[in-house]
């Protein structure tokens, strides 16, 4: 495999928009380890090398499991992920796919019965960015390093 460009020298103002995003989800309360889970099973969806081997080895260096790390992708089948956690991953794989069905209803009160609409409008924003990185890290063809 091969990097296509070097996605930053190419335009650096891209890379501060996106920091910028990610400067707001630090600061909007979001728990950082939940944006850890957000953008793996994106990265997931999206099939994200890159990003799912940066965010797996962040999620570890914050304390994350590595059970809950491997199940993410079969979350509905796994105990170990709080009834705040589902809500959020189902919220991550609608609006990664809101092609397919938009976020429904139900989904959004499921949702909104564990967050006020700050924090709801930070995950969309985290979902977001993720789905932003991972395209941009895709396009360019960026991958993980091996180890």
Known sequence: MEVRFNHVN?????????LKLEGFIKTSGLDAKLYEIIKIRASQINGCAFCINMHTQEARKMGETEQRIYLLNAW???PFYSDKER?????TEAVTRISEQGVPQDLYERVRAHVDEAEYVAIIMAINTINAWNRIAISTGMFPEQQ
Do not use: F, I, K, N
């Open 10 to 18: 190419a335009s650096p103002g891209a890379l501060q928009t996106m």
């Open 87 to 91: 809500a959020v991953l189902e919220l």
């Open 76 to 78: 509905r089948e796994a």
